[in-house]
């Protein structure tokens, strides 16, 4: 099973801004390089604003990237409800479906639908089944910091192994004194203190069991 | 297997496959079986991770690969002119038809109007000025002037492949515009349908009665095969969409609106690849002053029958 993380309104809409920038200046570079042809010039002209209007994102979404630029550079990505690669007819329908999403005006469907839905979709990701998704997903866990191991009191059932772990793991985010809080909720399953430790904390003893559980041995 | 040494036997797996992955991602060229073997050894590395309560970090790493290499694996690829030419052969004709009353429905809220209000334009002057004001309609009088060289423009300067552009963007984009509104229960929809029979039959009928009918008709005979139909078809796809959720029947309500963008959309499709083509006559071909009436009508005869042959016989039994 893989985990998704839907992005939120405020990454989206600098996605969406970005893009929108560089579609302003496609359209200003194909005025500036093809408006003195005449009216062959201008017919190119509409064309390629067309594109630029409805095919730009649809074209993006299916490339490798799976993202406009804009997404892309903000580290999003689209994809199906189920995680797979995005449809070509689900970009056809998510990117259709701006027309309704920007009614009113000012993409306000968009937005509302966005904020009363859990997965952050607007109307058209609602229509297609498709979530926009951070790429990198945010890992707050860092490998655990070294340690002598030290065996516990007691065998730990797999829920504690992993509560321990994870707490481990948390290391180098809490501050020392939130570690050592959590570490003494943990504290009946220590061994007893040998009276020679120099220390009376429970964080570097408990850190020797998660060392432990990750199978080190002394 | 404790995790310090599932991660020491399988860290170096893990790694070459990112690594190959990264290749992959960048366009180089990799060995598929392989990284088809390594992504299934990576999965089942994930869910014995997930499921021995390992490390999150070691997890996270593992997911981030999966989901790297799903992305690779699953995107779609087959995109070329084979497929191309079964959708326009079969799919698109037949999912136009398995959506036959909505069609029926998008076509009844258009031509109706537009019957109506091309009767009432040709019994007097008074009802086109209900709709448009009187310097649009002398714009149209002047767009189908006798004397012109190209029927339908309104500036004499403005050249075939300029009007092309011009039809792709506004035409196509309306068509566009036209599906997307259909999410609002299918009155958005309906109102382009409706305007737009509203508007064309008052502009038909008005310039019938004004004596421009001998200009008018042969310019639209033959790209309105294509146009009107692409209007009909984006709009009934729009229809299928919004009244999808509306009644949405033993399906969820967002379930049922999935279901019906999905059967949506081959109509889109089929819609824009008639107002493509509608684009393309409509700037080349209807607008040309020299071809003799009898010859476009004639071509919009076949196109006509062309169009309705397509949409309802293509693709009807199984070529095998």
């Known amino acids: 099973m893989l985990s998704l993380q839907p992005a939120g309104l405020v990454s989206r809409t600098m996605a969406f801004l970005l893009d929108l920038l560089i579609r302003l200046g496609i359209d200003l570079g194909l005025l500036m390089l093809l408006s003195s042809l005449g009216g062959l010039g201008n017919g190119l002209i509409l064309l390629g604003m067309f594109c630029v209007e409805w095919l730009y994102p649809i074209v993006f979404e299916l490339s490798r990237w799976g993202a406009t630029p804009g997404k892309r550079s903000l580290g999003l990505r689209v994809v199906m409800d189920t995680g797979l690669p995005v449809t070509p007819a689900a970009s056809f329908t998510r990117n259709m479906l701006r027309v309704a999403d920007f009614l009113p005006l000012a993409y306000a469907f968009g937005i509302v639908a966005m904020l009363l839905n859990r997965e952050c979709k607007r109307l058209g990701d609602l229509a297609a089944g498709t979530l926009v998704v951070h790429a990198d997903p945010v890992v707050l866990h860092d490998a655990l910091p070294p340690g002598a191991p030290l065996a516990p009191a007691r065998p730990l059932d797999s829920r504690e192994q992993a509560a321990i772990l994870s707490w481990a793991g948390r290391a180098k985010r809490l501050t020392p004194a939130r570690f050592e809080e959590l570490a003494q909720l943990a504290a009946p399953v220590l061994p007893p203190a040998s009276p020679d430790e120099p220390s009376r904390d429970a964080a570097p003893r408990l850190l020797g069991v998660a060392q432990w559980l990750m199978g080190r041995r002394a | ?144 002037a006798d004397g012109k060289q190209s029927v339908g423009r309104l500036r004499e300067a403005a050249t075939d492949w300029q009007m092309f552009g011009f039809y792709v963007f506004n035409n196509i984009g309306i068509g566009f515009r036209c599906f997307g509104a259909g999410i609002l229960a299918g009155v958005g929809s309906a109102f382009v349908l409706v305007y737009n029979g509203l508007l064309i039959g008052a502009v038909g009928g008005h310039l019938t009665r004004a004596g421009l009918g001998h200009n008018f008709w042969p310019f639209v005979a033959t790209h309105s095969a294509f146009e009107l139909t692409g209007i009909v078809l984006s709009g009934a796809a729009g229809l299928r969409m919004g ?63 062309l169009v309705l042959a397509w949409l309802l016989g293509a693709g009807r039994t199984h070529a095998r």
Not at chain 2, 82 to 91: A, V
Not at chain 2, 280 to 303: H, R
């Open chain 2, 1 to 144: 297997m404790t995790p310090m040494r599932f991660e020491a036997e399988y860290g170096p797996l893990w790694d070459d496959f990112a690594e190959q992955l990264s290749l992959a991602n960048q366009g180089k060229p990799v060995d598929a079986a392989l990284l088809a073997a390594r992504y299934r050894r990576v999965c089942e590395n994930l869910a014995l991770a997930q499921s021995r309560a390992y490390p999150i970090h070691l997890v996270a790493r593992l997911e981030g690969l999966a989901q790297n290499a799903h992305q690779l694996i699953y995107r779609r690829q087959d995109y070329g002119l084979r497929t191309l030419g079964r959708l326009l052969r079969q799919d698109l004709p037949r999912a136009v038809r398995a959506e036959g009353r909505c069609v029926l429905l998008a076509l009844v809220l258009f031509a109706l109007p537009l019957a109506l209000a091309f009767v009432l334009a040709l019994r007097g002057p008074d009802f086109a000025l209900h709709l448009l004001n009187a310097a649009q309609l002398r714009d149209y009088e002047a767009m189908y």
């Open chain 2, 243 to 305: 009244l999808g959720w509306l009644a949405p029947g033993r399906m969820t309500r967002l379930e049922a609106l999935r279901q019906a963008a999905l059967a949506a959309v081959p109509l889109v499709y089929t819609a824009f690849s008639l107002l493509l083509v509608a684009a393309v006559f409509e700037a080349f071909w209807s607008s040309a002053a020299w071809i003799a009436p009898a010859v476009k009508y004639t071509v919009a005869g076949l196109c006509w029958t």
